[in-house]
């Protein structure tokens, strides 16, 4: 330990910085429908969450060889360009969680690492096949996948259990939800956490600290762990808020088949070795359950926001990651200047963030946003099912309030209500 | 480029299976455990080991996708 230089020292607390905002960020995946059908409360979804992160951190020996799974060169890659995809991953990380958008921590990586890596050797150093075989297909393949298996698992569900008496069912597909947010908390832990192991471990071999090929030291694996747990322990209550509630309205049922879809689909991908990102699936999975239940509104202008934040993932960090990258370039007073604008950048979000708080106390209350024309057409034309729940029927009231006014198949997407502007 | 068809065919296929049969066991537990509160006697006692029977085969699940995370 006593090699560690000054930068390297940077980019390792910036991992550290990295993996909690992973951690806060994806807290959703897991804990969203947990929270959001009342399966838990959230401080103890939360709490749970984090728990399991920390122990998923500590559980598999298996090391990431790569951080980037050939995405780009690593052969002599430099401490800087790490830095420099940090600090775009980071920043896209809490863009969108300002925004409130479940978006793949994962790919922000990706996106910071492609971009570094073509500002600092060229586009040589990206292997442009491993991007469509390892990050488009899979986001595309996700959220189908989750969606159609957690719909038609609602469907089944909604099905078997119609004559039961839903006070009596609701219990049960809670606890069965929990099991299943335990599952995709614990996995997100070995999965992530490694990340940030590997990278940390990468900058020690690049500096000479460590010999190649080495295991991750105890106090990398220790503040990896930590870190990701901190960071979903203290929530990203905007995405959880927009997952949970603001996409569709779960019965727990739902949120049962959601999240049971998930951690099947996050399990059977990592296993089988199509890795499938964890944010897509979840929220693919929560789209499918909104969708399995007739009568269920799903509200696609948050989905298709969701969609544009995916889309943007990769170059969005990669823009700021390859800026970052010609400005650590320039020598000691550039990674200086980056890592001030990495603070300035966060405490700008965190200050607009403070605006309209979202917090632990607020997070289950409805979103604001009002119906999209489609949704509202769609639960028009669709009745629900009686004994459904009650934020399902006001929604269509609202529905039929608007479809007295506003003739909904010609309206097009101009009558779309608008929107808060992006910040 | 090459891309992994089979691995993603399998993927879809076994998130898809397990998903709906995972799902419809606990939904059938579920059920069956209302069941047995309403009926007396042997449907009871039926309602309440089919019931059993289906938790248990979800937790055997959750055992082995804990076994896959460590493993």
């Given at each position: 330990m006593e090699h560690i230089t000054l930068l390297l020292g940077i980019v390792i607390v910036t991992a550290l910085v990295f993996d909690f905002t992973n951690g806060f960020h994806d807290t959703a995946n897991?804990?969203?429908?947990?929270?959001?059908?009342?399966?838990?409360?959230?401080?103890?979804?939360?709490?749970?969450?984090?728990?399991?992160?920390?122990?998923?951190?500590?559980?598999?020996?298996?090391?990431?060889?790569?951080?980037?799974?050939?995405?780009i060169n690593e052969k002599g890659i430099r401490v800087e360009v790490i830095f420099a995809a940090l600090v775009g991953a980071i920043l896209w990380n809490l863009l969108t969680w300002l925004l409130g958008l479940p978006s793949s921590s994962s790919?922000?990586?990706?996106?910071?690492?492609?971009?570094?890596?073509?500002?600092?050797?060229?586009?040589?150093?990206?292997?442009?096949?491993?991007?469509?075989?390892?990050?488009?297909?899979?986001?595309?393949?996700a959220p189908i996948v989750a969606g159609l298996a957690s719909m038609l698992a609602t469907r089944l569900s909604y099905a078997i259990g119609s004559r039961a008496e839903n006070k009596a069912t609701a219990k049960g597909y809670r606890a069965g939800s929990i099991a299943s947010a335990g599952l995709v908390s614990l996995a997100h832990g070995t999965n992530d956490a490694q990340k940030t192991m590997g990278i940390i471990t990468l900058a020690l071999v690049t500096g000479g600290v460590i010999a190649p090929g080495s295991n991750p030291p105890t106090w990398v694996i220790v503040s990896a762990g930590l870190a990701i747990a901190?960071?979903?322990?203290?929530?990203?209550?905007?995405?959880?808020?927009?997952?949970?509630?603001?996409?569709?309205?779960?019965?727990?049922?739902?949120?049962?088949?959601?999240?049971?879809?998930?951690?099947?689909?996050?399990?059977?991908?990592?296993?089988?070795?199509?890795?499938?990102?964890?944010?897509?699936?979840?929220?693919?999975?929560?789209?499918?359950?909104?969708?399995?239940?007739?009568?269920?509104?799903?509200?696609?202008?948050?989905?298709?926001?969701?969609?544009?934040?995916?889309?943007m993932t990769l170059p969005a960090a990669g823009l700021v990651g390859a800026g970052a990258e010609l400005l650590t370039k320039q020598g000691t007073w550039g990674t200086a200047a980056t890592g001030v604008l990495l603070i300035a950048g966060a405490g700008v979000i965190w200050s607009?963030?403070?605006?309209?708080?979202?917090?632990?106390?607020?997070?289950?209350?409805?979103?604001?946003?009002?119906?999209?024309?489609?949704?509202?057409?769609?639960?028009?034309v669709t009745p629900p099912p009686a004994g459904q729940l009650v934020t399902a029927d006001t929604a269509t009231d609202a529905a039929a309030d608007l479809k007295a006014t506003i003739p909904a198949p010609d309206a097009g997407p101009s009558a779309e209500p608008t929107r808060p502007a992006t910040v | 480029?090459?891309?992994?068809?089979?691995?993603?065919?399998?993927?879809?296929?076994?998130?898809?299976?397990?998903?709906?049969?995972?799902?419809?066991?606990?939904?059938?537990?579920?059920?069956?455990?209302?069941?047995?509160?309403?009926?007396?006697?042997?449907?009871?006692?039926?309602?309440?080991?089919?019931?059993?029977?289906?938790?248990?085969?979800?937790?055997?699940a959750v055992a082995y996708g804990i076994y896959l995370i460590v493993a």
């Open positions: 897991a804990m969203a429908t947990t929270i959001s059908t009342g399966a838990l409360r959230p401080k103890m979804a939360v709490a749970m969450s984090a728990a399991l992160n920390l122990l998923g951190a500590f559980l598999s020996v298996e090391v990431a060889k790569t951080i980037s799974g050939g995405i790919h922000a990586l990706f996106g910071g690492l492609i971009g570094a890596a073509v500002s600092s050797a060229g586009w040589s150093a990206v292997n442009g096949s491993t991007i469509v075989t390892k990050v488009l297909i899979p986001a595309v393949a901190l960071g979903t322990y203290l929530g990203g209550w905007r995405i959880i808020r927009t997952l949970g509630k603001g996409l569709t309205d779960l019965a727990p049922q739902q949120g049962f088949a959601a999240q049971t879809s998930a951690a099947t689909a996050i399990l059977a991908s990592s296993h089988i070795g199509f890795s499938l990102s964890t944010t897509q699936v979840c929220s693919g999975a929560v789209l499918g359950a909104g969708l399995g239940r007739k009568g269920g509104v799903v509200r696609w202008s948050t989905a298709t926001r969701m969609l544009a934040a995916w889309i607009l963030s403070r605006r309209k708080p979202i917090t632990v106390d607020n997070v289950n209350d409805v979103e604001t946003e009002p119906v999209g024309v489609v949704t509202a057409a769609i639960a028009a | 480029m090459k891309i992994d068809w089979a691995a993603l065919g399998s993927v879809f296929g076994v998130s898809l299976a397990v998903t709906v049969a995972l799902v419809g066991l606990f939904t059938l537990g579920v059920v069956s455990l209302t069941k047995k509160e309403s009926s007396r006697g042997g449907g009871a006692a039926l309602a309440a080991t089919g019931a059993y029977a289906c938790f248990a085969a979800c937790t055997a």
